[in-house]
């Protein structure tokens, strides 16, 4: 599980460290850096894949990306909490972005990493350099590291301990973690568990909508990331799987005696609601109204046959009626039994239901000339000012 997340030098956080518990709702006001945290926490499944020089590429580049407030110089870190698993950048060292993050706090990895724009004339322009990266493993005293990159050097422990040189050629926008797990395992547990995370962040609803679709007439053991596929998660749930309660629940949470019917034939899969008040035919998908297709792909998500270690939710409410939030807490309380939910949200109608369901404390993000903050949290002591 990841249980701590530590964010500096990216867009409007200066220095953020957040703890994460089984359900973490983070809840704030437009503006505060919700959307910023769930992009930071996408950009490690990005280092993972491979994919993060691409990633903040289409965010417009690492220009785009750094930390939006003034700048100062001097010697002094950042970061001067205790711990060292915590990536540290020194304020002389402002255009840089790290982000590292701790699972299963007393015995699991860490992982952490360092980038900035590349040195000109050896890199793209605007691309992002990795200019450092690391594996830790916890235990004990002291953490053992097992990957160690600065810049272009790369190291990595082998089975007995020692130090080997993989004699990979990365190149700067390279992670290491995308390039060497094949041949150690403990890294490749780690990046395959990050590689399974999933992310969802509103989905469309208009008419050419891909959740207004019907879906290839293929097993789907999770919701894509467009909903594309939601006709076939619910069939694996009901024809594979064959239990769809928690979902027929949700549903009968949200719209009071409505039933989920599902149909189609090798050419493609559909899906259809038919409502207590109009029993006499189903409403196909090109009929529902926005807020009830988002809904149903929120449950595609939440409910899916096989539940990733790692959901992230950024403002799942858009288009809902408060009187269905409730439901989506539910959901969440089912998700959380087998998977780690994070949920960024501005509604305080959802925080609270999520909060109901679970017992999830929400965390409110707050917003100053010093960057995004978690209120009320301590993170030289590791705790709210309010915890005993």
Same mark, same amino acid.
């Not at 499944?45 to 100062?72: C, H, N, P, T, Y």
């Given at each position: 599980?990841?249980?701590?997340?530590?964010?500096?030098?990216?867009?409007?956080?200066?220095?953020?460290?957040? !703890?994460?518990?089984?359900?973490?709702?983070?809840?704030?006001?437009?503006?505060?850096?919700?959307?910023?945290?769930?992009?930071?926490?996408?950009?490690?499944?990005?280092?993972?894949?491979? /994919?993060?020089?691409?990633?903040?590429?289409?965010?417009?580049?690492?220009?785009?990306?750094?930390?939006?407030?003034?700048?100062?110089?001097?010697?002094?870190?950042?970061?001067?909490?205790?711990?060292?698993?915590?990536?540290?950048?020194?304020?002389?060292?402002?255009?840089?972005?790290?982000?590292?993050?701790?699972?299963?706090?007393?015995?699991?990895?860490?992982?952490?990493?360092?980038?900035?724009?590349?040195? !000109?004339?050896?890199?793209?322009?605007?691309?992002?350099?990795?200019?450092?990266?690391?594996?830790?493993?916890?235990?004990?005293?002291?953490?053992?590291?097992?990957?160690?990159?600065?810049?272009?050097?790369?190291?990595?422990?082998?089975?007995?301990?020692?130090?080997?040189?993989?004699?990979?050629?990365?190149?700067?926008?390279?992670?290491?973690? /995308?390039?060497?797990?094949?041949?150690?395992?403990?890294?490749?547990?780690?990046?395959?568990?990050?590689?399974?995370?999933?992310?969802?962040?509103?989905?469309?609803?208009?008419?050419?909508?891909?959740?207004?679709?019907?879906?290839?007439?293929? /097993?789907?053991?999770?919701?894509?990331?467009?909903?594309?596929?939601?006709?076939?998660?619910?069939?694996?749930?009901?024809?594979?799987?064959?239990?769809?309660?928690?979902?027929?629940?949700?549903?009968?949470?949200?719209?009071?005696?409505?039933?989920?019917?599902?149909?189609?034939?090798?050419?493609?899969?559909?899906?259809?609601?038919?409502?207590?008040?109009? !029993?006499?035919? !189903?409403?196909?998908?090109?009929?529902?109204?926005?807020?009830?297709?988002?809904?149903?792909?929120?449950?595609?998500?939440?409910? /899916?046959?096989?539940?990733?270690?790692?959901?992230?939710?950024?403002?799942?409410?858009?288009?809902?009626?408060?009187?269905?939030?409730?439901?989506?807490?539910?959901?969440?309380?089912?998700?959380?039994?087998?998977?780690?939910?994070?949920?960024?949200?501005?509604?305080?109608?959802?925080?609270?239901?999520?909060?109901?369901?679970?017992?999830?404390?929400?965390?409110?993000?707050?917003?100053?000339?010093?960057?995004?903050?978690?209120?009320?949290?301590?993170?030289?002591?590791?705790?709210?000012?309010?915890?005993?």
């Amino acid at each position: 599980m990841l249980s701590e997340i530590s964010i500096t030098g990216y867009r409007s956080i200066r220095q953020l460290r957040l !703890p994460l518990r089984r359900v973490t709702v983070v809840v704030g006001a437009n503006g505060t850096g919700k959307t910023n945290l769930y992009r930071a926490i996408a950009l490690l499944q990005g280092a993972a894949s491979g /994919s993060l020089a691409r990633d903040i590429a289409a965010e417009g580049g690492m220009d785009s990306v750094f930390w939006a407030g003034g700048r100062k110089t001097g010697s002094a870190p950042l970061e001067e909490e205790a711990g060292n698993w915590v990536h540290s950048v020194r304020k002389d060292q402002s255009h840089r972005i790290a982000i590292a993050a701790r699972f299963d706090r007393d015995e699991g990895l860490d992982y952490s990493l360092e980038l900035g724009a590349p040195i !000109p004339g050896r890199g793209l322009p605007g691309e992002a350099v990795v200019k450092s990266e690391q594996v830790a493993m916890a235990g004990g005293k002291r953490s053992v590291t097992l990957l160690d990159r600065k810049a272009s050097g790369l190291r990595v422990r082998g089975i007995e301990g020692r130090w080997e040189e993989p004699g990979l050629e990365l190149l700067g926008s390279e992670t290491a973690l /995308s390039m060497v797990a094949a041949s150690h395992p403990q890294i490749a547990n780690l990046r395959q568990a990050m590689l399974q995370w999933r992310f969802y962040q509103g989905f469309r609803t208009d008419p050419a909508s891909p959740l207004r679709k019907p879906s290839a007439s293929a /097993s789907a053991t999770h919701l894509d990331a467009d909903g594309g596929n939601l006709a076939a998660v619910f069939a694996t749930l009901a024809w594979i799987r064959e239990d769809t309660r928690a979902l027929d629940a949700a549903i009968d949470q949200a719209f009071p005696g409505a039933k989920l019917e599902i149909g189609g034939d090798a050419d493609g899969l559909r899906i259809a609601l038919r409502y207590r008040d109009y !029993p006499f035919r !189903p409403f196909s998908v090109a009929e529902l109204s926005d807020g009830t297709l988002q809904f149903l792909a929120l449950a595609g998500a939440l409910l /899916s046959y096989r539940p990733p270690p790692l959901l992230v939710l950024n403002e799942p409410e858009a288009s809902l009626h408060p009187d269905i939030v409730p439901a989506i807490g539910a959901m969440v309380a089912e998700a959380a039994r087998t998977s780690q939910i994070i949920v960024v949200t501005h509604s305080t109608i959802l925080a609270d239901a999520i909060a109901e369901a679970t017992g999830a404390r929400p965390m409110r993000l707050l917003r100053d000339g010093n960057g995004t903050e978690v209120e009320g949290y301590n993170a030289l002591m590791g705790r709210f000012d309010d915890e005993d």
